[in-house]
């Protein structure tokens, strides 16, 4: 759906959020996603790092944590973030692209609060946000209020909606860009539909108009 989304806190201000991963795409890709619709995005490309901004006094909102990192992983970074002064009042949201069937009995023991599985989808982690922080969704607009010429099916070669489709769930943001620029020569007014919406970090919104070009393939 088309983004219209935004968050605010009671107070007005927009939440502090912590991005903990290790992976500098998946970390950029989710700070887009979270600048997007509103929050104060801060980040850390390891445990060690996020440890130490709260040892310094940083609070945040809500902390979001990659499960499997180098050195501190997603459930050794947890249990040290728990056992901080004041590290029980965050909320902490474990991020993990391998879901393990005990999972949530991990995250549960060590005072975890959910689980979002990659690759993020918006508004799955928005309502996850909202279940367990003090986070307020302002949503000013329909759904799937999509730009006119993406309420139609793309036409576009099986190949490109193949690899688009794959550049998406892999995250591989710079190969979308590639994908969208390519799709100007033969389809320019739909290239723009594609281009602005990753202009938007609209990936949902991308998703989307994928699904309706599969859809009306008679393949």
């Known amino acids: 759906s088309a983004c219209t989304v935004r968050v605010r806190k009671a107070d007005g201000q927009a939440p502090r959020v912590l991005v903990v991963d290790d992976n500098d795409t ?52 947890l249990r040290r973030i728990r056992a901080l002064k004041d590290g029980s009042a965050t909320p902490v949201l474990i991020f993990t692209a391998a879901g393990e069937p005990d999972d949530y009995a991990w995250i549960q023991a060590l005072g975890g609060n959910g689980l979002v599985h990659k690759p993020i989808k918006l508004d ?24 006119l010429a993406a309420a139609r099916p793309l036409t576009a070669p099986k190949a490109w909606l193949d690899d688009m489709a794959s550049a998406l769930q892999q995250g591989e943001i710079s190969r979308v860009r590639t994908l969208a620029r390519a799709l100007a020569q033969s389809a320019p007014e739909q290239a723009a539909v594609v281009e602005s919406l990753v202009d938007a970090y609209n990936y949902d919104g991308l998703e989307q108009i994928l699904r309706l070009a599969h859809a009306s393939d008679p393949a």
């Open 26 to 77: 998946g970390r950029a890709m989710q700070d887009a996603m979270l600048k997007m619709v509103g929050f104060d995005v801060h980040d850390a490309p390891s445990g060690a790092q996020a440890l130490a901004r709260l040892e310094q006094g940083e609070r945040y909102d809500v902390i979001l944590l990659d499960k499997c990192m180098p050195d501190l992983d997603g459930k050794e970074t």
């Open 124 to 147: 799955l982690l928005l309502s996850e946000i909202q279940r367990v922080a003090d986070v307020i969704c302002d949503d000013d607009a329909p759904r799937g209020s999509l730009p």
